[in-house]
């Protein structure tokens, strides 16, 4: 079964610094990745999907994910930090014929 | 667009109670998904459904059933309500089954089992 790891339960950046959050995948077969943020006491949001079409995928609100088969890695990454961008995230693999199975999730805090 | 809409947001329970979390989705999506979300556990599969009268298992099914009448509605039953379900429920479709396609969440359900 296709699996992701999320690493750093808690990460914590000061506004405007580089946000890096960390996902690896389990797969034998080149897998579908998504990152889903959620915001305080709402449902979760599609942040962005690779597909395969490129390695490097631009998402909602400046943030990007790179995937790298050599590393089994597609880490989230956003170049300047906001306020706005404290939420929880999750990685996610889309297993076929089922539905998506979820990371643990990282806590973004943003301090000023 | 009302999109996954997820009833009641809020409910409590006492132990050995039953109740009936409802999922709607006016997208005509043809896959359905319950998840239950725990702190430090992620989302957690409960039970999916690829269509209408086709359900199966995820990773945490036990105590919960579910049942998919129509392409709209995919409640889930809590039988006898135990305070290990305490939790917040997420409901989410999608299109099909396509591995590039991703899913809709519903607002979430916090239900607190005394």
């Known amino acids: 079964a296709q699996s992701v790891t999320q690493l750093g339960s808690h990460v914590s950046v000061s506004e405007g610094a580089l946000v890096l959050l960390r996902c690896n995948y389990s797969?034998?077969?080149?897998?579908?990745l998504f990152w889903y943020v959620q915001y305080p006491n709402q449902g979760l949001q599609l942040l962005l999907k690779?597909?395969?079409?490129?390695?490097l995928v631009k998402g909602i609100n400046g943030f990007e994910a790179e995937f790298k088969k050599s590393e089994t890695s597609f880490h989230l990454t956003k170049p300047s930090a906001h306020m706005s961008d404290a939420a929880e995230y999750f990685c996610a693999v889309n297993q076929a014929g089922t539905a998506l199975i979820f990371g643990k999730g990282t806590t973004l805090s943003v301090s000023s | 667009n009302a999109g996954v809409t997820q009833t009641p947001k809020f409910q409590v329970l006492k132990t050995g109670q039953s109740m009936t979390l409802q999922c709607a989705q006016d997208m005509n999506h043809e896959y359905m998904s319950w998840y239950r979300q725990d702190p430090g556990m992620g989302l957690r599969l409960i039970h999916y459904?690829?269509?209408?009268?086709?359900?199966d298992q995820g990773e945490v099914p036990n105590g919960y059933n579910v049942s998919r009448s129509t392409t709209e509605d995919f409640p889930l039953r809590l039988l006898s309500a135990a305070p290990s379900q305490t939790s917040v429920y997420f409901c989410?479709?999608?299109?099909?089954?396509?591995?590039?396609?991703?899913?809709?969440f519903g607002q979430g359900t916090r239900l607190t089992v005394v």
């Open positions: 690779y597909t395969s079409a490129a390695t």
């Open positions: 989410a479709s999608s299109p099909d089954g396509g591995l590039n396609t991703e899913a809709f």
């Open positions: 797969s034998s077969v080149p897998p579908y």
């Open positions: 459904s690829v269509g209408a009268g086709i359900t």
